[in-house]
């Protein structure tokens, strides 16, 4: 039998087919440029964990060994109110849950925490102006806590270690340590060096959605906030789910290691504190109007 007559047409038909797709998935993609705008909302859960984290201090010549677990969780709902150039310039935030729960074991003794964000359960309006996010509270005046933490919360970035430039998938970039910082954004440090490096890896679905898989391998070093006399290093890998419509990190699962060392605060000069483990970083977020 011959199937030239029926082959023929069929590979016609599957080449128009081709070349429709093919430039959906081979073309260039500015992932900078956000195309939200005033009425879209973005809920977002984040975590962060450090698991069997091994501690030593010295103080006064003993040395004294230790062991640290520590988780945060926060879940929240940004909505942007105001788009400029394509660019949120203002925003609602809607801190819905947000805790630090610490569980430390020294000589045997162990000890547990948890703090609250003190700007749980309240909205947050931030105000893009003069090169910098502004934040105060939608309604009532903030305790000093609350103050300061609208001092440090920022504003919605949604799109820092990105490059302002059309990339193909293969594109590579590297991230300022500034940039490195917003991302990181409670575990951001002062004085920060290292570097962060990007690819666009591949373009794939997620729940539906069409996304640039960014690879990430990251190494920073800096000062914790407080901390004076410290060093934290992160060296971390993974990947960033970055939509393609409305150019939102989607998906963010980094893991990999950090290493503490310096002073230790309360304690007698010349006291030092060593600790290193297991780090991950993992966040999710979703769209809608």
Request: with cysteine; net charge negative.
């Given at each position: 039998?011959?199937?030239?007559?029926?082959?023929?047409?069929?590979?016609?038909?599957?080449?128009?087919?081709?070349?429709?797709?093919?430039?959906?998935?081979?073309?260039?993609?500015?992932?900078?440029?956000?195309?939200?705008?005033?009425?879209?909302?973005?809920?977002t859960?984040?975590?962060?964990?450090?698991?069997?984290?091994?501690?030593?201090?010295?103080?006064?010549?003993?040395?004294?060994?230790?062991?640290?677990?520590?988780?945060?969780?926060?879940?929240?709902?940004?909505?942007i109110?105001?788009?400029?150039?394509?660019?949120?310039?203002?925003?609602?935030?809607?801190?819905?849950?947000?805790?630090?729960?610490?569980?430390?074991?020294?000589?045997?003794?162990?000890?547990?925490?948890?703090?609250?964000?003190?700007?749980?359960?309240?909205?947050?309006?931030?105000?893009?102006?003069?090169?910098?996010?502004?934040?105060?509270?939608?309604?009532?005046?903030?305790?000093?806590?609350?103050?300061?933490?609208?001092?440090?919360?920022?504003?919605?970035?949604?799109?820092?270690?990105?490059?302002?430039?059309?990339?193909?998938?293969?594109?590579?970039?590297?991230?300022?340590?500034?940039?490195?910082?917003?991302?990181?954004?409670?575990?951001?440090?002062?004085?920060?060096?290292?570097?962060?490096?990007?690819?666009?890896d591949?373009?794939?679905a997620?729940?539906?959605?069409?996304?640039?898989?960014?690879?990430?391998?990251?190494?920073?070093?800096?000062?914790?906030?407080?901390?004076?006399?410290?060093?934290?290093?992160?060296?971390?890998?993974?990947?960033?789910?970055?939509?393609?419509?409305?150019?939102?990190?989607?998906?963010?699962?980094?893991?990999?290691?950090?290493?503490?060392?310096?002073?230790?605060?309360?304690a007698?000069?010349?006291?030092?504190?060593?600790?290193?483990?297991?780090?991950a970083?993992?966040?999710?977020?979703?769209?809608?109007?």
């Amino acid at each position: 039998m011959n199937f030239r007559p029926f082959l023929i047409p069929a590979l016609a038909a599957l080449t128009l087919t081709l070349s429709s797709v093919a430039p959906a998935w081979s073309a260039d993609y500015n992932l900078k440029k956000t195309a939200l705008a005033a009425g879209h909302k973005v809920d977002t859960e984040s975590t962060m964990t450090m698991d069997n984290v091994d501690m030593t201090f010295t103080v006064q010549g003993q040395t004294i060994k230790g062991a640290m677990d520590m988780s945060q969780h926060k879940v929240q709902q940004v909505r942007i109110t105001a788009v400029k150039d394509g660019q949120p310039v203002e925003t609602e935030t809607d801190l819905k849950e947000s805790s630090q729960k610490e569980k430390m074991t020294v000589n045997g003794n162990p000890k547990e925490h948890e703090k609250s964000e003190p700007l749980k359960g309240l909205t947050m309006v931030s105000t893009w102006a003069d090169g910098k996010w502004k934040n105060h509270l939608k309604t009532g005046e903030p305790t000093p806590e609350q103050a300061t933490a609208l001092l440090k919360a920022g504003g919605f970035d949604s799109s820092d270690m990105y490059e302002d430039r059309p990339m193909a998938v293969g594109a590579t970039w590297s991230v300022a340590p500034e940039n490195i910082n917003k991302m990181l954004g409670e575990s951001s440090t002062t004085n920060t060096t290292g570097s962060m490096q990007c690819k666009f890896d591949r373009v794939e679905a997620l729940d539906g959605h069409p996304c640039a898989v960014i690879t990430v391998t990251l190494k920073v070093s800096g000062t914790p906030e407080g901390q004076a006399g410290t060093t934290l290093t992160m060296e971390m890998k993974g990947n960033i789910h970055r939509s393609l419509e409305e150019k939102v990190d989607l998906k963010i699962d980094l893991t990999g290691t950090m290493k503490m060392e310096g002073a230790v605060p309360g304690a007698p000069p010349g006291s030092t504190m060593n600790a290193s483990g297991p780090l991950a970083m993992k966040q999710t977020s979703t769209v809608s109007k």
